[in-house]
């Protein structure tokens, strides 16, 4: 069964930066598409970015478009978000999630494992 342990949250001022990491162990990661979404309280889970199997496809929220960038490392087993130019609306926890598609894909529908979760807190 797949885990997956996501790390690399924090507090960090408007501006700043940050790059979560996901490690996956005991199924397919390296055979499947991996997303990146967020949630804040009393709010639905949001899609942020998803990456293809392969890492050659990759599709963002329009709200984190230019800021961040989703990578993978299939030899580590390791999904990465990196997010610069992070501003206050950014704060939520965030998850990442394998999907049951080889080829990036948006709804959380579509995702079968998720981690636990990493806050990220972005002050003004």
């Known amino acids: 069964q797949e885990q997956l342990v996501e790390s690399g949250g924090g507090l960090v ?5 940050l790059r979560l990491s996901c ?21 639905e889970r ?9 890492g050659g496809g990759t599709y963002y929220a329009d709200s984190v478009k230019g800021r961040f960038t989703v990578s993978r490392d299939n030899a580590k087993n390791t ?9 206050p609306e ?11 598609t080889s080829g990036a894909i948006v ?12 806050q990220v807190t972005v002050s003004s």
């Open 13 to 17: 001022q408007a501006g700043g930066s």
């Open 23 to 43: 490690v996956a162990s005991g199924g397919t990661f390296s055979r499947s598409a991996m997303g990146w979404f967020r949630q804040t309280p009393g709010k």
């Open 46 to 54: 949001e899609f942020v970015a998803t990456i293809s199997l392969s």
């Open 79 to 87: 999904l990465y978000l990196q997010m610069n130019s992070l501003k």
């Open 90 to 100: 950014d704060t939520a926890i965030y998850y990442c999630a394998r999907a049951r």
């Open 107 to 118: 709804g959380a529908r579509y995702y079968d494992y998720w981690g636990q979760g990493t």
